[in-house]
């Protein structure tokens, strides 16, 4: 397993540039100086929550807010170890099936309730509760989860009905994030506009469209064992904000006007390499990689030999070299570098072959074209819907590009593939629409290998909550799994996950792009100490403070 | 842009531009002027018709060992980043700018004759209903309108069409209007009735061509205000989607690779100011003869 420097500890790089050059009175510059207390800090990310309480739903820009209010059970480092954090000990029975959690005490949610085991039980229920409608949390816990119990006023009992070795670096993620029982009883519209938690900071304010404004947590201490400090954040205030546009967001971070942003847009690397006032950070999530899902419920996508002749044709890492420049990797393995357990030799399965994949097309029985030089068999040309997200900021423009380039390339063995824009809403009322499309793109950041058992199993099938979009498993794949996560012999599991990522490759029910990164563009004159923790990427801003002169 | 109705000439105003001398219509600078944005016009037309002729690539096929290639002899304008040849690309995006440009001035016309004619020949009740009518327009922005129908009736280049068509209706509403209610009064008319014509027959013989002259050099210089417009639906994502060869969508690929690679940007973005700027400079060269003519 291969990780990246996750902690970027940035002295306060020349300490006399702080208010150099730039010629904007950036937040927080005119505090005084020998602290790190105070100031308002500004956040810019892409992408906008739907809900701010990350149980419902579960897509990525909740998890990466919801870091800053709600604390976890456990917090997940980088080596994979897992170290306190609202629980401060724990103990599993031998079996695996039971795990009892200890909790820290004098803990307090925002809203002034005590921090509790029967709280704890109350966000399990609520995860489990399908009015919630989580399609993340859930799925991590619906296969092994029995009961959470109180057992007395500061332990809680999680007991499950087969053994879940990931279970713990699975609670560190902000999907399981605590929030205080009475929050989540107000009902989930008014949770979503700001849950309470017990973390550094509390919502204040949602202005839609524009950013989420939250205040310090004066009384926090409940930081993770793993945090940089102990205590309240150091800064005051923080907005985070949302600018959709990649081209306003580096500029907002070129001018000053924001500290830090999400997702450094790849053609803007060149401008921030170049820019000694800002520093990048970049982590390869635990995933499945960004990927092009096949729907085997289409006639064509049911034949394995024409999944794998798109794959041959696709030329999967010259598309991704040529719309991220290189900034991201290619990856063609079905899970990330970043992934426990991932087996280098799956790591570029198929290569770019037209021939291969022609021959494959022919033996199929597509061997008829038609006036636009499209393949067809009985009459029906090989033509595959690919609807994707037009909404401003949710396709991002080398994703754009990346969807261009494989249809160019598809076109060229004689496959249609239609583009098809829509929007959020209509997107999401497709979802469970097997009909609806035959291609889409997307990807599943989880830290375990497991992540495999949630895309692809025919429970996640049965389920039919959007998340096998592949429409596609394998008995064989679903014991594999099963029994990987049963055991927590390391040799074991490396095992069993590899023959896992050799079956998926082998079925080809979906072509593997690029690994999901985590990247941050930092003002390293104006802010420091800002992390990003590795269970989801999420970004940590409890422990950043603004560099002023004289410090 | 700033706005979308065509810059209209005042219909009644009393004094014509003064007339040109013989001596200034013959100089070589002026047939130059003529002839630089005619062959600009007929390059883009000649795009429009047959843009295999003189684009040397598909504009759709991409090479991705050549993404962000800098303009070259094999590439005169570079690539983009799928390695497409921007060159092209702007060839092919003339038919559909064109298409557009056409067909939205088009369909402001149509709309704009039935709305005109009510008006000045309906009497006063439908005049002052047509007024209002027009005036509603009027005070919409007409992005806002085109946009209001592309949300609603999805995106094509018939929806771009209609969506520019209407905004640009009004401007030329009021026009056919103010025309028809001076040529009902002149005297050919008065001629045609006394000597019995049918109704239908004025209508269509005498009243529609005479109030429809004017309109020649609006025609031209509407076009290339609906290209613009097309252009800037194509950038705001609301028009054809790419990688459909667009100008405005182009620009709109182009502009987040603008550190690296200028002329995804450039070359379109040119291409949209000289033949917008070409029609212009036809349409006026055109009200100035028209005028003339109307003098002499």
Redesign the interface.
């Given at each position: 397993m291969r990780r990246r420097p996750v902690l970027i500890a940035l002295a306060a790089a020349g300490a006399g540039t702080v208010l150099g050059g730039c010629g904007t009175a950036a937040p927080g510059a005119d505090l005084p100086p020998g602290t790190r207390d105070g100031g308002h800090l500004v956040f810019a990310t892409d992408r906008e929550p739907t809900c701010l309480d990350p149980h419902n739903s579960g897509d990525m820009p909740q998890t990466y807010i919801a870091r800053q209010y709600l604390d976890s059970l456990v917090s997940m480092k980088v080596d994979g170890s897992v170290v306190p954090w609202l629980a401060e000990s724990w103990e599993i029975s031998e079996d695996g099936l039971l795990y009892d959690f200890t909790l820290k005490p004098g803990v307090f949610f925002t809203d002034g309730d005590p921090l509790t085991a029967e709280a704890v039980v109350a966000n399990f229920t609520h995860i489990m509760d399908p009015k919630t409608q989580s399609s993340t949390a859930l799925l991590y816990l619906s296969p092994y989860f029995v009961s959470a119990t109180a057992l007395s006023e500061l332990v809680v009992r999680v007991e499950l009905k087969r053994p879940y070795s990931p279970l713990l670096q699975v609670l560190a993620q902000a999907f399981f994030g605590i929030e205080s029982p009475r929050s989540m009883a107000r009902g989930l519209s008014e949770n979503c506009e700001g849950p309470v938690g017990t973390g550094p900071f509390i919502i204040t304010e949602w202005k839609r469209n524009q950013e989420v404004v939250m205040v310090r947590n004066e009384n926090y201490n409940s930081a993770p064992a793993d945090a940089l400090h102990q205590g309240p954040a150091y800064v005051e205030s923080l907005t985070w904000r949302f600018l959709k546009d990649n081209t306003a967001r580096f500029g907002a971070l070129q001018s000053g006007k924001v500290h830090a942003i999400f997702n450094l847009p790849p053609e803007s690397v060149p401008a921030a390499t170049a820019d000694d006032k800002i520093t990048t950070d970049d982590f390869i999530h635990s995933c499945i990689p960004f990927a092009f899902d096949l729907n085997t419920t289409h006639p064509a996508l049911a034949d394995i030999r024409v999944r794998r002749a798109l794959v041959h044709a696709a030329d999967a890492e010259g598309i991704v070299r040529s719309a991220y420049a290189g900034v991201f990797p290619y990856e063609g393995n079905a899970i990330s570098t970043g992934t426990p357990f991932y087996d280098p030799a799956y790591s570029l399965p198929y290569p770019y072959d037209e021939q291969t994949a022609n021959a494959l097309l022919d033996d199929a029985g597509w061997t008829g074209r038609d006036e636009e030089g499209y393949r067809t068999k009985d009459g029906q040309r090989l033509s595959l819907r690919l609807p994707y997200n037009s909404d401003p900021g949710e396709t991002p423009p080398a994703d754009q590009t990346i969807l261009q380039n494989f249809q160019a390339m598809q076109k060229r063995v004689g496959v249609e593939i239609q583009l098809l824009p829509k929007d959020s809403a209509s997107l999401t009322a497709i979802r469970r629409d097997p009909l609806a499309f035959d291609i889409r793109a997307g990807y599943w950041n989880s830290p375990t290998a497991g992540v495999m058992y949630i895309k692809f199993s025919q429970e996640t099938y049965e389920l039919d909550n959007g998340q096998n979009v592949s429409y596609a498993f394998d008995a064989e794949l679903d014991e594999i799994l099963l029994d990987a996560a049963a055991t927590t012999d390391p040799d074991l599991q490396q095992r069993l996950y590899s023959q896992a990522q050799d079956l998926l490759t082998a079925q080809a029910w979906h072509i593997p792009l690029y690994p999901i990164q985590t990247r941050l563009a930092i003002r390293s004159d104006l802010v420091s100490d800002i992390w990003i923790e590795p269970s989801e990427g999420e970004p940590v801003l409890h422990d950043a403070y603004l560099n002023r002169e004289g410090l | 842009m700033t706005t979308l109705a065509p810059p209209l000439p005042e219909v009644e105003k009393p004094a014509a531009p003064p007339l040109r001398t013989a001596r200034s219509s013959r100089s070589p600078l002026r047939h130059l002027g003529v002839a630089l944005p005619g062959a600009v016009v007929g390059a883009v037309v000649l795009a429009a018709l047959a843009p295999g002729l003189l684009a040397p690539q598909d504009p759709?096929?991409?090479s991705?060992?050549e993404?962000?290639a800098p303009p070259s002899a094999e590439h005169l304008f570079g690539t983009d980043?799928?390695?497409r040849d921007v060159f092209s690309r702007v060839i092919h995006g003339a038919r559909q700018s064109l298409l557009i440009g056409l067909g939205a001035t088009a369909i402001g016309l149509l709309g704009a004759m039935v709305l005109g004619l009510a008006g000045g020949l309906g009497g006063r009740l439908a005049d002052g209903a047509v007024t209002r009518v027009i005036e509603i327009l009027y005070a919409f922005p007409g992005i806002l309108l085109a946009l209001i129908l592309i949300a609603v009736y999805g995106?094509s280049a018939l929806t771009q069409m209609v969506a520019v068509g209407l905004a640009t209706m009004p401007g030329y509403a009021r026009m056919v209007r103010s025309q028809v209610l001076v040529v009902r009064r002149s005297a050919y008319v008065e001629a045609a009735r006394t000597l019995g014509h049918p109704p239908a027959r004025i209508l269509l013989r005498t009243l529609l061509p005479n109030a429809f002259r004017p309109l020649t050099v609006l025609i031209t210089l509407g076009v290339g205000q609906a290209v613009v417009w097309a252009a800037a639906l194509g950038f705001l994502?609301m028009g054809v989607?790419?990688?459909t060869a667009e100008w405005g969508a182009m620009l709109n690929?182009g502009?987040?690779?603008i550190?690296?690679a200028w002329w995804m940007d450039f070359f379109p973005g040119v291409t949209i100011v000289l033949f917008t700027l070409s029609l212009t400079v036809l349409g006026r060269r055109l009200q100035q003869s028209t005028d003339a003519g109307a003098l002499r």
């Open positions: - | 759709l096929e991409i991705l060992s993404s962000f980043q799928s390695g995106n994502g989607q790419p990688p690929a502009r987040h690779y550190q690296q």
